[in-house]
């Protein structure tokens, strides 16, 4: 008979340096405006989907942050999660990156973030990692 191994995976140093990367990566895209964004992502591929994903994926994941930094990622956080959801599906469209105020008060929330973990507000590098399913 087969059995069914559970494995738990502790937070390593390296885990957590891997998110914190990944944070930065996810903070440095969302900060951008949008041709630059565009940029980042295959052309098949939903862009503010993507960018809110990247960044969702990984934020819970750092810990030993400042007061400012953690205040700063639920702010942004917070903000992302009013505007998920079928009631603002505009938000979520190509376009809107370009146009819809959402997306300036992303990308200045993102800013903030950036400022407060000492990080540069730059275009981040390609992400050769990452696999999309389209």
């Known amino acids: 008979m087969d ?3 559970c494995v738990v995976v502790k937070k390593s140093g390296m885990n957590m340096e891997y998110h914190r990367e990944r944070l930065q990566w996810a903070l440095q895209a969302l900060a951008l405006p949008a041709q630059a ?3 980042l992502f295959p052309p098949e591929v939903c862009v503010p989907d993507e960018l ?3 960044f969702d994926e990984h934020w819970h994941h750092v ?3 400042a007061q400012d930094q953690m205040n700063a990622l639920v702010r942004l956080d917070e903000v992302i999660n009013h505007w998920s959801g079928i009631q603002h599906p505009d938000v979520w469209e190509d376009a809107a990156l370009d ?3 959402v997306w300036f008060e992303f990308r200045a929330l993102a800013q903030e ?3 407060a973990f000492d990080w540069p507000v730059e275009e981040p590098p390609p ?3 990452k696999i999309y399913v389209v």
């Open 3 to 5: 059995t069914l191994r």
């Open 37 to 39: 964004q565009r940029r």
């Open 52 to 54: 809110v994903l990247n």
């Open 63 to 65: 810990d030993d942050l």
């Open 99 to 101: 146009s819809h105020h």
């Open 113 to 115: 973030a950036l400022r």
């Open 127 to 129: 992400d050769p990692g």
